[in-house]
């Protein structure tokens, strides 16, 4: 357990009960009362919460124990009701179109089944500034409190505090550190897929952290 609160020390950031940032770091002691992460990714329509939407959400509850293990993974494609204020290059990385998103979900429908999921987990992401503006919009359009714990953790964050200066990676987006730490993936730009590499990249540098250490974990 050791190994993995060092790591998640260097990524944890408190946030304000409606899930803003506070720009203070996290104590490891606020994590006493919390047992579960919920790695989320998404995909908008363009940078701006006021003016974009969500299109592809998902996310994986981990259990806050050594080797991280997995309880639960869910995705799903939002409906935009905006479509016509979205960046044309963000529905080209997402792959948008009508047909591809006829079975999407609602927006209310898909954010309540990820208040569900990640309720009072610990939000993690990789480079969280954005998803949780958006996430915080989401929520605040339906009227809903903010359902996650007062905590993020940025995994973008602990990959650079552990990998830079080693020669093993050049730079810092998802897909190349996956690549790098050998990881496969599911795909590229679907929210559940980046949602499990980062799930995934993390895990990893738990591990390595562990065998550096001399720890017993996973």
Avoid: C
């Avoid at 919920?38 to 124990?65: C, K, W």
């Avoid at 990676?169 to 559940?192: K, P, Q, S, T």
């Amino acid at each position: 357990m050791e190994a993995l609160r060092s790591v998640l020390a260097m990524g944890l950031r408190r946030l304000d009960p409606e899930g803003r940032p506070t720009g203070a770091a996290g104590e490891l002691a606020e994590l006493v009362n919390v047992t579960a992460l919920f790695v989320v990714d998404l995909e908008m329509s363009g940078p701006n919460p006021q003016v974009h939407e969500i299109l592809d959400i998902g996310g994986v509850r981990a259990v806050l124990a050594p080797g991280l293990p997995e309880e639960e993974a869910w995705g799903a494609r939002v409906r935009p009701k905006r479509i016509g204020n979205a960046v044309p290059a963000a529905l080209k990385v997402v792959g948008y179109s009508p047909k591809a998103w006829k079975g999407a979900l609602e927006l209310e429908m898909a954010m309540d089944r990820v208040a569900a999921l990640g309720r009072d987990a610990v939000v993690t992401g990789w480079g969280m500034a954005q998803d949780l503006a958006f996430l915080r919009e989401a929520f605040r359009q339906l009227g809903e409190p903010w359902p996650f714990a007062e905590l993020a953790i940025d995994v973008q964050a602990i990959a650079r505090a552990l990998l830079r200066g080693n020669g093993e990676v050049d730079r810092f987006n998802l897909g190349h550190v996956a690549d790098r730490l050998g990881i496969g993936r599911m795909g590229e730009h679907g929210a559940l897929a980046d949602a499990y590499a980062t799930y995934d990249v993390l895990v990893k540098l738990v591990e390595r952290v562990a065998r550096l250490t001399g720890g017993a974990e996973p």
